[in-house]
């Protein structure tokens, strides 16, 4: 990808992650997953970033790349103007600081046997961020406030609250440490559909409140469209596309993206009925041994011979539109 102009917030440049694979009594490396192959691409300051593909495709390992829960197997993570990919464990802690999760699952989440202000709380008492319980106290009632939670609420146990307030309270213990940078990790894919949208508000509001920065992981495609500036499509450890939410969905250029589109559902009976769906034929080849070339020519409509000789570059075909793919 070509190189920024500007600073980027955070600019991930050649990501790769791979995991062994091995076998035997002596765990003898026979292969390796390739999750993340060769990813680059930034995130500007207070905007937010989607990326979005199938299940397994490589989103989740990105995330966990940036937030050094994984280290990672080649690549720059660049934050801040340094390199995050290489710094020493003693150093990660600080970097959390920063670099905050939202997690998919809120319930899972969740400690059952610890209250939620105690939740929220946790990360203040491990950074010691308060000086005394008092300010550990308002600091807590604020953040439930902030996220549109009750403060007589910090007592509770989260089997007492709904699914939607239990992502609340995992935003505000994402909150807690005033953190710059935040990955969300599909943050409504386990809601009710009623509730999904109050939670995208409530992201959108905080970003705009206290000028926040995300990193969107998602597969639905309508909900990145809603609220971020630039949406990445990932396949099989690869960008595919990337430009910006609007434009991805007035003009998708990459097969596999216009495939992904044409499963959104339309919530018009007579426009549903009339478009053209997308049927991709075959399975998703496994990443431990994925196909040579492009990695979606064993199931793209319009591929030719020359798309399993050579992995396509992400280059742009207009501003601000990138596309890995030979015949586009």
């Not at 829960?69 to 990660?92: C, E, L, N």
């Not at 600091?139 to 307030?165: I, K």
């Not at 409504?188 to 926040?212: R, T």
């Not at 990443?287 to 492009?294: D, E, I, K, Q």
């Amino acid at each position: 990808m070509e190189s920024s102009q500007d600073n980027a917030f955070l600019e991930v440049n050649n990501l790769k992650m791979y995991f062994p694979v091995t076998q035997g009594i002596f765990r003898r490396k026979v292969g390796e997953v390739k999750a993340v192959d060769d990813v680059s691409f930034k995130v500007r300051k207070g905007e937010t970033m989607g990326i979005v593909g199938e299940s397994g495709c490589g989103k989740t390992t990105i995330g966990r790349c940036i937030l050094r829960i994984y280290r990672p197997t080649a690549g720059q993570i660049i934050f801040k103007g340094q390199d995050i990919a290489d710094i020493p464990s003693d150093k990660v802690r600080d970097l959390r600081r920063q670099i905050q999760l939202i997690f998919q699952d809120p319930y899972g989440s969740l400690d059952p046997r610890q209250s939620a202000g105690s939740i929220v709380g946790e990360a203040l008492k491990i950074h010691r961020l308060c000086r005394n319980k008092e300010e550990y106290r308002n600091r807590v009632n604020e953040l439930f406030a902030m996220v549109g939670l009750d403060p007589e609420m910090t007592n509770r146990y989260p089997h007492e609250f709904s699914g939607g307030q239990r992502q609340r309270i995992g935003i505000a213990r994402a909150l807690s440490c005033s953190p710059d940078f935040i990955v969300c990790d599909e943050p409504i894919s386990a809601l009710d559909v009623s509730i999904q949208a109050q939670i995208i508000n409530l992201l959108k509001e905080l970003q705009k409140k206290l000028g926040l920065t995300y990193l969107l992981i998602a597969h639905d495609l309508s909900v990145v469209r809603h609220i971020s500036d630039t949406v990445a499509v990932m396949y099989l450890g690869h960008i595919v596309e990337i430009t910006s939410g609007e434009e991805l969905y007035v003009n998708p250029l990459m097969p596999y993206t216009k495939a992904l589109l044409s499963a959104v559902p339309i919530p018009n009976p007579s426009v549903e009925k009339k478009r053209e769906r997308i049927i991709l034929k075959g399975e998703v080849p496994s990443p431990l041994n994925p196909p040579s070339g492009c990695p979606f020519h064993p199931r793209c409509p319009i591929a030719i011979p020359d798309c399993s000789q050579e992995v396509p570059l992400l280059r742009q075909i207009f501003p601000g539109h990138m596309v890995a793919c030979i015949r586009v």
